[in-house]
């Protein structure tokens, strides 16, 4: 083996670690956004249903 093929490999492991951290990172971010608004949006629903009026709500 080669030393410069030791290294590319050594690299692309590198760069694949990074790359799937950078997206797990970004995933869990997108998560818990979603899961915000829709968390916010069955207290909305469940507000309305027990009697708030929307302009409490606004």
Do not use: C, D, H
Not at 29 to 52: C, D, H, P, S, W
Request: charged share 35%; net charge negative.
């Amino acid at each position: 083996m080669l030393l410069t093929e030791y290294n590319e490999k050594k690299y692309m492991k590198m760069f694949q670690k990074e790359a799937r951290e950078e997206g797990l990172k970004e995933g869990l971010e997108e998560g818990l956004e979603k899961g915000l608004v829709k968390g916010q949006n069955r207290l909305i629903n469940t507000m309305l249903q027990n009697g708030a009026s929307p302009e409490y709500l606004s």
